[in-house]
Nanobody
Framework: QVQLVESGGGLVQTGGSLRLSCVASGRTFSSYTMGWFRQVPGKEREFAAGISWSGGSTYYADSVKGRFTLSRDNAKNTVYLQMNSLKPEDTAVYYC?????????????????????WGQGTQVTVSS
């Protein structure tokens, strides 16, 4: 069982930056594929970014590409989502997710059904 705890959300103005963190419990974090999803009330959850177990591969939704950077520190059991040039449409609850499956295609990363574990979410609000 893996527990994921997100932090770093908050209120920021348009154009600002935030860094989200997701800390995972367990000794096998380095073998997990990790992802970030976001959801606005009344809308479907959508993929934001994903990273392979080694950190060697990253995938981004078109809506965040060039503005968000996902990285991981396996020694600290943590993934980081650096969000720059934030826009009001980035406002959402952001969820960290993990899977033991070594995903190797972008469409797999984007599919929430591929992930086994989810955090409780952290709110990001971007004011205009």
């Amino acid at each position: 069982q893996v527990q994921l705890v997100e932090s770093g959300g908050g209120l920021v103005q348009t154009g600002g930056s935030l860094r989200l963190s997701c800390v995972a419990s367990g000794r096998t974090f380095s073998s997990y594929t990790m992802g970030w999803f976001r959801q606005v009330p009344g809308k479907e959850r959508e993929f934001a970014a994903g990273i392979s177990w080694s950190g060697g591969s990253t995938y981004y939704a078109d809506s965040v590409k060039g503005r968000f950077t996902l990285s991981r520190d396996n020694a600290k059991n943590t993934v980081y989502l650096q969000m720059n040039s934030l826009k009001p449409e980035d406002t959402a609850v952001y969820y960290c997710a993990a899977t033991r499956i070594a995903l190797n295609r972008a469409d797999y990363y984007k599919d929430g059904r591929m992930y086994d574990y989810w955090g409780q979410g952290t709110q990001v609000t971007v004011s205009s």
